[in-house]
């Protein structure tokens, strides 16, 4: 299997901060998963493309870069099922599968990142999360050194989320996924800038508007880097939405049931004055405040401490607690944002 020491890991994150790896594994088959030595007490993190992972410390840990290859497609009378190599590229597979009349996953055009990351936290836009089309992940365990198969409803799936980021995180990796698309197929088109169309547009129609809505709001990573949308969308009760809406009327919210919904992050960092911020070399991004950028530091902290400033900002007007979706990668591995202020403090 291939691997590497003292990789340098600047152009595998998309913030492009500096940040090394002892040791780098590009495992490519299930017999070089079984060579992997035992992880099961060392610190190690397993790296897509690193469109949603932050390098808080120069020295990161071990890491594991799966090298899945391979697209393939069969049919039923009902629907295509394609199964993908998790190293392939996400946008790569929505293109691919609309040029063969494979549809369904046009509204998640131009998501930057790998297929075997998708699952991990569902990734979603325009009124679609992958957990609609993905049937089964293939999954290879370190404790049994076999690969597993995890249906859809296995993987837990909801907003921003899996089982991958909950009980089975670091127990194992994700070599494939499986999608199912019916063949007849159903424009989505409920989301706010799809909904204009005279008649029922075609998928690639679908697809080109959802390129240019994402190429107008968010920045392009390798002319300006970060990791999409920085923070999820909080979910708070019918009763606080009450209280916001009181004081401000025109608050975007999206019920969720449960008499849940769910608030703008975005909207909640623009009315609190940030949109466009800029310290240290790195700031919130003018066209859309959900995404933090690198102008130019080389240092994960940085990014950290303008999220830290955002998140009290945000919590300090609206009394509404926003949390990173992107991942946070220490010397000591992954720490949840909270986790992450008492690891700080202790350095
Ligand atoms: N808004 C503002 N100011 C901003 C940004 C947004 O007022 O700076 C308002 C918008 O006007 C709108 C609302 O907030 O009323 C929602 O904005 P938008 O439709 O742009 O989507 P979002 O909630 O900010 C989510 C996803 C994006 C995805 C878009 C489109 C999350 C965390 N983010 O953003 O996903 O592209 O919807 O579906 O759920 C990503 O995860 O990296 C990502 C880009």
């Known amino acids: 299997m291939k691997s590497s020491h003292h990789f340098s890991l600047q152009d595998h994150n998309s913030?492009?901060?500096k940040a090394i790896s002892p040791t780098i594994y590009f495992p490519k088959t299930v017999a070089d998963l079984v060579q992997l030595p035992d992880l099961s007490d060392k610190i190690f993190y397993i790296l897509g493309d690193g469109s949603n992972t932050l390098f808080v410390d120069y020295h990161a840990p071990v890491i594991i870069k799966p090298d899945f290859r391979g697209i393939t497609i069969t049919e039923t009378p009902d629907s295509y099922i394609v199964c993908v190599g998790a190293a392939e590229n996400w946008h790569?597979?929505?293109?691919l599968c609309i040029e063969q009349g494979i549809y369904g996953l046009e509204n998640l055009a131009l998501i930057p990142g790998s297929?075997?990351?998708?699952p991990v936290q569902n990734i979603g836009a325009y009124g679609l999360e992958l957990s609609t089309f993905c049937t089964q992940v293939k999954w290879f365990e370190f404790s049994i050194k076999k690969i597993t198969v995890l249906n859809n409803k296995a993987c837990?799936?909801?907003y921003r989320d899996s089982i991958f980021k909950q009980t089975l995180h670091n127990k194992g990796i994700i070599t494939e996924v499986v999608f199912s698309f019916p063949k007849a197929w159903?424009?989505?088109v409920s989301y706010a800038g799809l909904s204009d169309?005279?008649?029922t547009p075609s998928p690639k129609k679908i697809m080109d508007r959802v390129i240019s809505l994402r190429e107008a709001k968010l920045p392009n990573p390798h002319t300006l880097p970060n990791a999409g949308s920085f923070f999820k969308n909080p979910i708070v009760n019918e009763q606080q939405l009450k209280v916001l809406k009181h004081s401000y009327p025109k608050i975007p919210f999206y019920p969720q049931g449960y008499g849940l919904v769910k608030l703008a992050a975005g909207w909640l960092i623009e009315q609190a004055g940030l949109k466009g911020y800029r310290d240290k070399g790195v700031g919130v991004h003018e066209n859309q405040a959900l995404v933090l950028v690198n102008y130019d530091s080389e240092q994960g902290e940085d990014i950290v401490t303008?999220?830290?400033y955002v998140q009290q900002q945000v919590l300090t007007k609206f009394d509404v607690l926003i949390s990173p979706e992107v991942r946070m990668i220490t010397t000591k591995g992954e720490k949840s944002f909270i986790d992450l202020a008492i690891y700080s403090e202790s350095k």
């Open 92 to 95: 790569h597979l929505v293109c």
């Open 197 to 199: 169309f005279s008649d």
């Open 156 to 158: 837990n799936f909801s």
């Open 115 to 118: 297929v075997g990351a998708a």
């Open 186 to 188: 159903q424009a989505n």
């Open 306 to 308: 303008l999220a830290r």
């Open 15 to 17: 913030f492009n901060v």
